[in-house]
């Protein structure tokens, strides 16, 4: 289930339904930045394995990949008829994987 947040190390990162993402200190529970870029709710999030990026979901039926240290979006995915509800990067290599409720799955190359 996506919907829950996504962590990183000492960071969390959440998707709400105002569109932002937030990311979190865990330690000590404060919100370091708000990512704004998404136009609905933001029901996924997935960090890359080296903590760097971050990859979103939303209802707007697009994927974002966010460069956490500058908190802009790099990349926008047009992914799907529908919201996703997986998503998750590659360990090793450059793609990112998505599933929706429009019942496909779609590997993306991000450079």
Avoid: M
């Amino acid at each position: 289930d996506n919907r829950r947040a996504s962590h990183a190390g000492p960071f969390l990162a959440s998707g709400s339904r105002d569109k932002s993402v937030k990311i979190w200190d865990v330690s000590t529970g404060q919100c370091l930045a708000t990512l704004v870029g998404h136009d609905n709710w933001v029901r996924g999030a997935a960090w890359h394995p080296g903590g760097r990026y971050l990859l979103t979901a939303s209802d707007d039926k697009t994927l974002r990949v966010w460069d956490v240290a500058h908190t802009r979006c790099l990349k926008t995915l047009y992914a799907h008829q529908h919201f996703a509800t997986s998503l998750d990067f590659h360990r090793s290599l450059p793609f990112v994987i998505s599933g929706s409720v429009d019942q496909t799955v779609k590997v993306w190359e991000c450079r």
